[in-house]
C-alpha cells in the first residue's frame, strides 16, 4: 500500500504511480494463473528476488525522485505460504515542509 501527498497545484497520474509500484517487485502482478502458467511466474520472481524490505527501500528511493510528492507511506507485506508467519515493511517520511501556495486576489 503506497500513499502519498502532493505539494499544492501539483498532480500525479494514477497510472504512473501504480506503475511505480508494480515494477519495484519481484515480477509483474499477474490475475489469477492456471497452474501451467505457474512455473514461468515463479522462474521469473526467482531471478529477481525481493523481500519486503527491498520493495520498500526502492520504493523510498523512487518517491524521493519525484518533485510533486511532498510525503509518502508505504506498506508492504508478503504472505508466506512456506512459512508460519508474514512478512512486512514499512516506511513513512515527509520530504520537506509544504511550499506556501501564493496568494490569491
Known amino acids: 500500500m503506497v ?3 502532493l505539494q ?9 504511480l501504480i506503475e511505480l509500484i ?6 509483474p502482478i499477474y490475475p489469477p494463473l492456471k497452474r501451467e502458467d505457474e512455473r514461468f511466474v515463479s522462474e521469473t520472481a526467482y531471478d529477481n528476488v525481493k523481500f519486503v524490505e527491498d520493495v520498500v527501500r526502492d520504493l523510498v528511493l523512487s518517491l524521493r525522485e519525484r518533485t510533486e510528492v511532498l ?3 508505504i506498506e508492504c507485506t508478503n504472505f508466506e505460504s512456506i512459512h508460519n508467519h508474514n ?3 514499512r516506511h513513512s517520511e515527509n ?3 509544504l511550499k506556501p501556495l501564493a496568494p490569491t486576489r
Open 22 to 27: 508494480e515494477t519495484q517487485s519481484s515480477s
Open 8 to 16: 499544492p497545484g501539483t498532480f500525479l497520474w494514477i497510472e504512473d
Open 87 to 89: 512478512a512486512y515493511a
Open 95 to 97: 520530504k520537506g515542509i
Open 3 to 5: 500513499k502519498v501527498r
Open 71 to 73: 510525503w509518502f507511506d
